[in-house]
Each structure stands twice: as structure tokens, then as C-alpha cells.
């Protein structure tokens, strides 16, 4: 983790904020995580496996329609690093997704890696997220 010790908390708690939105699907919550105002029409979104989603509206409505389809999500981050570069922050790591399905027997659970890179802004007091992009790990060196 590099930069001012105070930047790189605040992009800390700015980067769980956005975890805990999706795992509770909070959608105003989520809202609030994501820049807008001067950034609103610069927010980049890639889900893993789909096309990238430019803009706030469409990266919103993106975030309403995968909370509204995930009946249960948590994730558990690991090689978090946090760089913070004036009012820009960069945060990487690896997502470790435990999920349900609840229209399963049992309530069948799955789980899976991604890759995660964003991109923070601070707005004022608060860093917000500008780009989000997951990708999913297909397989691991141990597997090859």
C-alpha cells in the first residue's frame, strides 16, 4: 500500500463500502459508492463475462439488475493493495465468491474466484468508485 497512511484508509473503507452494498443489495448504498456529478458520464463497469458499461445510468442499472437476480453473496478479498496517487486511487485484488441459489434444493452453494481492479476519486471528503472492472480466474497454477 503506497501513499498518505490517512488516503489509503479512507480508500480502504471506500473499497469494503462497496462489498458490503453487494452483499446485502443495498442499491442506494451501492449508489452512493459510485462517483457522479462531473464523473457521472465517465464510470466504466465490467462485470466478468460482460460487455463494458459506460456511465452512471448504465452502470446503476447494471447494479439493480444483479442485486435483484442474488439471493445470497459474500466475498472474502485476499492480495488486497491500495495506491493512492493524489485524488486517484487504484485498488487490486483477488474476490473469493461464495454464492446461493435459493430455487435449488438445499440452496445450493458455488464458488469462484475473480480478479478485481478499481478506480477511486475523491470527492470532496469522500473517495468514490470511477471504474470497476472483475474478471473471473479460470484456473489456478496448482490445477495446471
Known sequence: MSGDTRAVKAVEEANAEFYTA???????????VWADGEHAGALVCVHPGWPMLRGRDEVLRSWALIMANTSY???VLTDVEI?????????TCK????TADEDTE????????????????RDGERWRLLLHHGSPILSTAEEE
Open 22 to 32: 453487494f452483499e446485502v443489495g443495498d442499491f442506494d448504498q451501492m449508489s452512493q
Open 73 to 75: 453473496i459474500q466475498f
Open 83 to 91: 495506491d493512492v496517487y493524489g485524488d486517484q486511487a487504484v485498488v
Open 95 to 98: 474476490e473469493n465468491v461464495l
Open 106 to 121: 438445499a440452496g445450493f452453494l458455488a464458488g469462484g474466484s475473480i480478479v478485481a481492479s478499481k478506480v477511486f476519486v
